[in-house]
């Protein structure tokens, strides 16, 4: 198919014509299956994130995290009142609903209503969330808000280019390939080229087919073990 073109013949993108823009995502919870995504209050879910937090205690978690571990909880909580209150980023907490104890945290930022653009980001999983259905639910939550009740056209997910867990788990969770960036950001003393992926509106459909085929209790045993994986589902990404 050509490309629309303008009176001069020159390309242009397809018509919007009734595009108005997003709401900002609201504060108010989600509930889930495995999990409930909670805006972050410090005095409920600070021990909690803390404690979590710090089983991890060779501090591999926090290496391309853009703030420090710290050795005591006093600083952490200080961090959290600072840092994780505000409108963009918005943070959550991912409560495990099988304890009702906050075990990770995630975010929504570089919020974009005028564009339809957002960000996940911050992404914080302790070890009594990674690699736990909770984990993946949390993720399908967020998407699910961003494209249905509010209406984003695109979901970024960016990471450090030598972050290979993190490009893993975007690819597991549906996200495709954007570009790198090199020399992208100056963090904890160091350089960060920074890969960029996506999920568009277009394509959230089949994702989210594949998430809830996943989620879905006949996909896991009685020791809770999935039978299939979220690949098994997942469509393929688009083409770079």
Known sequence: MSPRTNSLGQPIGAPLPDWKGCPRPPRSPIEGRFCRIEPVDVARHGDDLYEAFALDTEGGNWTYLGYERTETKPPFLAWMEKA???????????????????VGLASLMRIDPANGVIEVGNIHYSRLLQQKPAATEAMFLLMRRVFEELGYRRYEWKCDSL?????AAAARLGFSYDGLFPQAIVYKGRNRDTTWFSILDGEWPARRDAYEAWLAPENFDAAGRQKQSLSAFMPPPRKA
């Open 163 to 167: 972050n290979a867990p993190s490009r």
């Open 84 to 102: 994780c209150l505000g409108d963009d980023p918005l943070f959550y907490a991912i409560v495990d609903k099988a304890t009702g104890k906050a």
